[in-house]
């Protein structure tokens, strides 16, 4: 039984490695007598890319857009816990705001670009902005669902034990709302990724977003495509790094889960 | 001592689905007294809990513990609810479960550090400090919540149904162990069940509660001696008795009209 277990588990972390790997052959494979001007061989990007980004362009593109797109993805996170907890908690607070944090998390920001740089012009101020925007309200809405869905017995418990309020929010209802916190975070991850992009293609004049775009414009269709992998592999990599934090924080979420069941 | 006076609770007063869940309880609990308060289902029992608790307010009547009235929580009280895998913090583990609520008594580190280790020990959990609580049983659990309100150091421990999700035999060391930590501590126990047999075997005196609006129907004595024994109390003449006269006491039909 047990071995039997192991194996699936291994099989499935080879099968994890080897299909991606086996599609990338087969891509090569395919595409390596392309002659397609839009389609060059797999080969070609991957020379394109190493010319590009290893590491010639990192300073010059990949920082400045990582740079703006973990600023505001901090600035939303941090904004929207503080203002989850304070509308997570009243009742009435809550409900008075509700209608406004709906109509606005419609806006589909990428058409608030327009109006972001007559306001706060081309830079990367405007840019950050705009990510901070997007990512707020999957953070804001599960962190204010989070915190009002506290267990009234654990409240109740800190209660009865005059835990003081200070306690009472980070060590109660923060840590019980943080399986719902998180998962907000996480969508908001690849949210800050596709505005970063977004951004970078309406005014800009460096980020990845604008390279791929000027590569484009320039023909240098290897390029480009060097581009949108570099993109794929950036959020591919952060998935994989939130999902290590999460797991290192909630650590006890799972236990408590499987314990349960 | 506990003095609960003319205690009243309406929920939703003045509303049309205004709803008397405690109608008027009075009754002393003295010092060191272990007081079982038990009542048919939808009694009010922890309704009344949680007034006591400081952390309901009443509608009318007060609640007085050593003479002081009770507004909020107070320091001399903890409580250990029904539901111990809601009233521990999973993302704590045992000992950190048990240490949270001592932070604001200004403990010295070795001082805290031995307290938890001795509260721990006389619940029976030596050697489990580090786990979560969600590794462990559920009466294991229940067991940090009680290690966790002694810790605490009260002069008065509520308990709500605190065994009522347990099986029976984990359930029978959980009384002996209150009855154990009432010796040892010397502290008073005021303990909501609605099992009778747990009320009779545990209590120096079982109070009686009609069904909602709560009144108390009657307060019985329980001269059965001490120290108390899972098989022989319970084999006792006198404890049947007991157990059937507090049976009849709850089931008995509303007590005649009270007389204005």
New interface residues.
């Given amino acids: 039984m047990r071995d039997s277990t192991r194996q699936l588990r291994v099989l499935g972390v080879g099968l994890e490695i080897l299909v991606p790997i086996l599609v990338l052959v087969v891509w090569g494979l395919f595409s390596a007598q392309s002659s397609s001007f839009y389609f060059p061989p797999l080969l070609d990007i991957f020379r394109a890319f190493g010319d590009t980004w290893l590491f010639e362009r990192v300073d010059s593109d990949v920082l400045p857009s990582l740079g703006r797109m973990f600023a505001g993805y901090a600035i939303a996170v941090v904004a929207a816990v503080v203002l989850g907890v304070a509308l997570g908690s009243s009742k009435t607070l809550g409900r008075i705001v509700d209608p406004v944090v709906q109509f606005l998390r419609a806006i589909p920001a990428p058409v608030l670009i327009p109006a972001g740089i007559l306001v706060l012009g081309v830079g990367s101020t405007m840019k950050v902005a705009l990510i901070a925007f997007v990512c707020l309200w999957p953070v804001l809405l599960n962190t204010i669902d989070g915190v009002a869905g506290v ?1 009234p ?2 409240r ?2 800190a ?6 309020p200070a ?1 009472r929010l980070f ?2 209802i923060l ?2 709302a ?1 399986p719902q916190i998180f998962a907000g975070a996480r969508v908001a991850l690849s949210l800050a990724v596709i505005m970063m992009v977004v951004s970078e293609m309406v005014a800009s004049t460096n980020g990845i977003g604008y390279f791929v775009l000027q590569s484009q414009r320039t023909f240098a269709i290897t390029a480009m495509w060097a581009g949108i992998f570099l993109l794929a592999i950036l959020g591919y990599v952060l998935n994989v790094l939130f999902l290590l934090v999460e797991r290192k924080a909630l650590r ?2 799972r ?2 889960r ?3 069941g | 001592m506990l003095r609960v006076e003319h205690l009243k609770k309406v929920y939703g007063q003045g509303t049309k689905k205004a709803f008397e869940a405690v109608s008027d309880l009075t009754f002393t609990i003295d010092e060191r007294e272990l007081v079982c308060i038990v009542g048919p289902s939808g009694a009010g029992k922890t309704t009344l809990l949680k007034m006591i608790a400081g952390l309901l307010p009443q509608t009318s009547g007060a609640v007085h513990l050593d003479g002081e009235k009770v507004v909020g929580p107070p320091e001399k009280m903890a409580l250990v609810f029904q539901d111990y895998s809601r009233s521990l913090y999973p993302w704590m583990t045992v000992e950190q479960n048990v240490a949270f609520p001592l932070k604001r008594k200004k403990l010295g580190k070795s001082e805290m550090a031995t307290l938890i280790r001795d509260t721990l020990q006389s619940v029976g959990l030596s050697g489990h400090g580090q786990k979560y609580p969600w590794q462990l049983s559920g009466g294991m659990q229940q067991r940090v919540a009680i290690a966790r309100a002694l810790a605490y150091q009260p002069e008065i421990l509520l308990m709500d149904e605190p065994f009522a999700s347990v099986d029976a035999q984990t359930r029978a060391d959980l009384e002996d162990l209150v009855l154990d930590l009432r010796d040892r501590y010397g502290i008073t126990v005021v303990f909501v069940t609605h099992d009778i047999d747990e009320s009779v075997y545990l209590s120096d005196r079982v109070i009686v509660l009609t069904p909602s609006p709560t009144r108390v129907q009657e307060i019985v004595d329980i001269p059965l001696p001490r120290p108390r024994d899972q098989v022989e109390t319970k084999e006792l003449p006198d404890f049947a008795h007991l157990r059937a006269y507090v049976w009849r006491s709850i089931k008995r039909p509303e007590p005649a009209e009270v007389p204005a």
């Fill in positions: 267990d017995a654990l109740e418990t209660r009865s034990f005059q835990i003081t306690d060590h109660v840590p019980s943080a006890w979420h236990g408590a499987a314990g349960a």
